[in-house]
C-alpha cells in the first residue's frame, strides 16, 4: 500500500519541482525583487543531494521558439493527463492537470510568451535543491499577479479550495498532494521578495524544519557560498544551467541515522525502511572516508548558440576525484588519441580508445596494495580485502607484455557505397590504427595471429602493402606510419595514414567519440541493403538509419582524465531545426497508403489507412487486380508520445472478390512515428517478439 502512495508522491512532487508555472503563492510577502542567486544560495543547506542552478536571459528563452511552435495541437499533454489517472486521487491533482493543460496551450507561442503569461523573469535566477528528501524549486518572477490570476483560475476551474498555513509569521497557500493511514503531504507555495518557493510538506515537519525548506530561515550550515560560481570557473559552464549529485551527502544520509534525510525516512515509512544499523555501525565512517575520494557528480551546459535556424550546445559532466593518488594512479592510463578524430569534417563515425597498456599492470596493482592495505573496522570491506588479496593483478603484466608500448586504438569510417562491381558489394572507406611505442613489433605479432596476414611483411619504411595480393576481396592497405600500424581503404583514409606519419605520440585523451547522424543514416541503409543481400532482414538497420536521418546533427565526444577527475565533454551542433517535423494528431486526420518493408528491404503494398477526426478510422487492402476490397477494418485510433494506438477494431477478410467474408478476431495495434516529413512518416510496430516498420504516404 504504501510502495503504490511514495510512487505517486514521488512522481507529483517531481512534477511541482520541475514545473514552476504550476502552484501558489504568499499574497502578503514583501515583494521586493532579488534575482541575485548567491542569495538563494545562502538559504541551500550544505547536505543537500542535489543542486542545480541557473540564470536565464532573453536570448535562451526565445531561442526554441521554432521546436516550441510545433507542441500545437500536440497530443503529448493530453498523454501526460492519462498518467495522472494511475495516481491516488487527492484535492491538488486536478489543479495539476489544470496547469499541464494551461502549457501545452501557451508553449506553441515561444519562450517569451510562457515567461510573460506565468509571470517568470526573463532575467532571473531560479535554483532546484532536495532539503532532506524533500524538493524545493525556487525561481524569481517578473509579475507576482500574473502568476497569482493563474493559480485562483486554475483553484476555481478545478473545484479547489485553497489552503493555508503560517511559518515563521509568513502565509504559505498548500494544496494536499496524498494521503495515506496516517501520512499526508502537501504541496506549500510562497511568494517573497518577487522569489518563488515550492515544497512538500509532512504534517511529520516541525516548524523549524519547515520554515528552513521555505527560505524563512537559513541553515545551520549553508552550501558554501562561493561553490556554484566556482564550478563555473573550474569547469566552464555556464550561469544558465549547471548543478552536482553530492554522493558523499548521498552516503551520510544513507549510513547516518542522525542525519535529516535519514529521519524524513523513517518518519515516512517507519518499519518500511531497510535496516543499516549494523552498516551504520561498523561501515559509515570506513563508507564515508572511500566516497569522500569521490564526492560529487557535476553537470552543465558549456555553450547554448542559436544562429538563424542552427543550434549548438555544449554540455560536460565530471566525477570528482579527491583522492590524489587514486587519481595519480588513473592518469597514468591515458593514451594516446589521433587528430582525425578531432578535425576531419568528412567523419562519417569514429572511435578512439587512448589507454597505455604499459600502465595497465603497475596501476591495478598499486590500487589493489591501497585498498587491501587499508585499515578497515568494516566486517563487510574486510572479507573483500581477504578474496582480493587472493588475485594480485601483477599477472596481468604476462599479457599486457605482449602489447608493450600501446597506447591507443582508433577506427574512423568515411564512406560506404554500394558497388555491384565489387566483390563485397560496396566500396568502403575507413581506417584503423593502433598506436605503439613499436608498432614494428605488433606487426610481427599479427602476422603471427591474423592468417590474412601470414607471410605478410609490413616494410618499416612507411610503405603500404595491399592485402588484396593476399587473397582479401577488395584493396585493403596495412603499413607502419610513424608510430602507427594502420589498416586502411579509400582516398580519404589513405590521406589520414600519411598524415599520422608524423603525428606527434603523447597522452592526451581516454575516449573519443564522432558521429555525423546523416552521413551514418545513409551509411546504415547502404549496410542493410547489403545486408539483406545476404539474406538478412533489415529492419532493424533501416529503422536506425530512419532515426538518425530524421534530425540531421553532429555529436562529439571527449573523455579525459584532469586535475579535477574524471570529465566527460559532449559537443552537439544541428542544422535546419524549423524543418524537424513532429507529427500532430490533426497531421495525422487524412488517408495514406501504407507499405511494410520486407525481409529483403524492398516497400510492399499493403493498403490503405484513413484517419478520422472523430478518432474513428479504417483500413482497407485490394485484391491484385485492384478490383474488389479483400481486407476491411475499422477502429478507434489514437496519438499520444508520438505514437499512433488503435484499439476496438472489427476486422473481416476473404480470398477473392467471389469469396465470403469471414471475420476476424480484434486485435490492437500500436506503432512509433519515426522520420516524420510532410506528406510521409514511417511507423515502428514493436510487439517484443514482432518488429516490422510501416511507411505512410499521404494519399
Request: hydrophobic share 40%.
Amino acid at each position: 500500500m504504501k510502495g503504490n502512495f511514495f510512487k505517486a508522491v514521488v512522481v507529483v512532487a517531481c512534477l511541482s519541482s520541475a514545473a514552476a508555472f504550476g502552484f501558489s503563492f504568499d499574497i502578503f510577502g514583501w515583494f521586493q525583487k532579488s534575482s541575485n542567486i548567491d542569495k538563494m544560495i545562502e538559504y541551500v543547506p550544505a547536505d543537500t543531494a542535489l543542486f542545480v542552478g541557473g540564470v536565464t536571459n532573453k536570448d535562451i528563452v526565445t531561442s526554441s521558439d521554432q521546436m516550441m511552435a510545433q507542441l500545437k495541437d500536440s497530443s503529448d499533454g493530453d498523454a501526460i493527463l492519462e498518467m495522472l489517472k494511475s495516481f491516488p486521487e487527492s484535492e491538488g491533482l486536478d489543479f495539476i492537470r489544470w496547469f499541464i493543460k494551461d502549457y501545452y496551450e501557451v508553449a506553441p507561442k515561444g519562450g517569451i510568451a510562457i515567461y510573460n503569461h506565468y509571470g517568470f523573469d526573463m532575467e532571473g535566477a531560479s535554483v532546484m535543491y532536495l532539503d532532506g528528501i524533500f524538493p524545493v524549486m525556487r525561481v524569481v518572477l517578473q509579475d507576482e499577479q500574473a502568476f497569482l490570476s493563474l493559480v485562483e483560475e486554475a483553484a476555481q476551474e478545478s473545484d479547489l479550495t485553497l489552503g493555508s498555513k503560517t511559518i515563521a509569521d509568513h502565509t504559505l497557500t498548500t494544496i494536499e498532494l496524498a494521503k495515506n493511514d496516517d501520512i499526508v503531504l502537501t504541496l506549500g507555495f510562497m511568494i517573497k521578495d518577487s522569489v518563488l518557493t515550492i515544497s512538500v510538506l509532512s504534517q511529520k515537519d516541525d516548524s523549524a524544519a519547515q520554515a528552513q525548506r521555505f527560505a524563512l530561515t537559513k541553515p545551520s550550515i549553508s552550501m558554501p557560498a562561493d561553490s556554484w560560481k566556482n564550478d563555473s570557473k573550474i569547469y566552464n559552464f555556464m550561469d544558465y544551467s549547471h548543478g552536482y549529485v553530492s554522493l558523499l551527502n548521498i552516503a551520510n544520509a544513507m549510513l547516518d541515522k542522525d542525519a535529516r534525510a535519514h529521519q524524513q525516512l523513517k518518519a515516512l515509512m517507519g518499519d518500511e525502511l531497510p535496516d543499516l544499523t549494523e552498516a551504520q555501525m561498523q561501515c559509515r565512517t570506513d563508507i564515508v572516508n572511500i566516497v569522500s575520494g569521490v564526492p560529487r557528480f557535476v553537470f552543465g551546459l558549456n555553450r547554448y548558440d542559436v544562429k538563424d535556424d542552427n543550434m549548438a550546445f555544449d554540455f560536460s559532466y565530471a566525477l570528482e576525484i579527491k583522492n590524489a593518488s587514486i587519481l595519480g594512479e588513473l592518469s597514468k592510463l591515458r593514451g594516446f588519441i589521433p587528430s582525425y578524430l578531432n578535425t576531419s569534417k568528412d567523419l562519417t563515425l569514429g572511435l578512439g580508445v587512448g589507454l597505455s597498456a604499459d600502465a595497465i599492470s603497475p596501476v591495478l596493482t598499486s590500487l589493489w596494495s591501497q585498498f587491501t592495505k587499508a585499515d578497515f573496522s568494516c566486517a563487510q570491506l574486510q572479507n573483500l580485502q581477504v578474496k582480493l588479496r587472493e588475485n594480485n593483478p601483477a599477472v596481468l603484466s604476462v599479457f599486457t607484455s605482449m602489447a608493450q608500448g600501446l597506447s591507443g586504438v582508433s577506427l574512423g569510417v568515411f564512406d560506404l557505397t554500394k558497388d555491384e562491381n565489387s566483390q563485397l558489394g560496396a566500396q568502403y572507406d575507413a581506417i584503423a590504427t593502433i598506436t605503439a611505442e613499436k608498432p614494428e613489433v605488433l606487426s610481427a605479432l599479427a602476422s603471427k595471429f591474423l592468417p590474412i596476414l601470414n607471410g605478410v611483411q609490413i616494410p618499416t619504411d612507411g610503405s603500404a602493402v595491399n592485402l588484396a595480393d593476399s587473397g582479401l576481396p577488395m584493396d585493403t592497405f596495412v603499413a607502419i606510419k610513424g608510430k602507427h600500424l594502420v589498416a586502411y581503404t579509400g582516398e580519404k583514409s589513405k590521406q589520414v595514414a600519411e598524415q599520422l606519419a608524423t603525428e606527434e605520440v603523447k597522452p592526451n585523451g581516454v575516449v573519443a567519440f564522432n558521429m555525423d547522424s546523416i552521413k551514418l543514416g545513409d551509411l546504415i541503409m547502404d549496410m542493410g541493403a547489403l545486408n539483406a543481400s545476404m539474406g538478412n532482414d533489415c529492419t532493424d538497420l533501416f529503422t536506425v538509419s530512419t532515426v538518425l536521418t530524421t534530425v540531421p546533427f553532429t555529436l562529439n565526444v571527449r573523455e579525459d582524465l584532469d586535475n579535477n577527475g574524471y570529465k566527460s565533454a559532449w559537443f552537439m551542433s544541428m542544422n535546419d531545426v524549423s524543418k524537424i517535423t513532429i507529427k500532430r494528431r490533426q497531421d495525422l486526420v487524412n488517408a495514406f497508403k501504407v507499405e511494410y518493408l520486407d525481409e529483403e528491404c524492398n516497400w510492399i503494398d499493403i493498403g490503405s489507412e484513413t484517419f478520422n477526426e472523430d478518432g474513428t478510422g479504417t483500413f482497407v487492402d485490394r485484391d491484385d487486380s485492384n478490383s474488389c476490397n479483400v481486407f476491411e477494418s475499422s477502429f478507434k485510433w489514437s496519438h499520444a508520445l508520438g505514437s499512433i494506438i488503435e484499439t476496438d477494431s472489427n476486422t473481416r477478410f476473404r480470398n477473392s472478390c467471389d469469396s465470403e467474408w469471414e471475420q476476424q478476431e480484434s486485435v490492437d495495434f500500436s506503432c512509433q512515428i519515426l522520420g516524420a516529413k510532410e506528406t510521409e512518416f514511417y511507423c515502428l510496430q514493436d510487439d517484443g517478439d514482432y518488429k516490422a516498420l510501416h511507411r505512410y504516404t499521404q494519399q
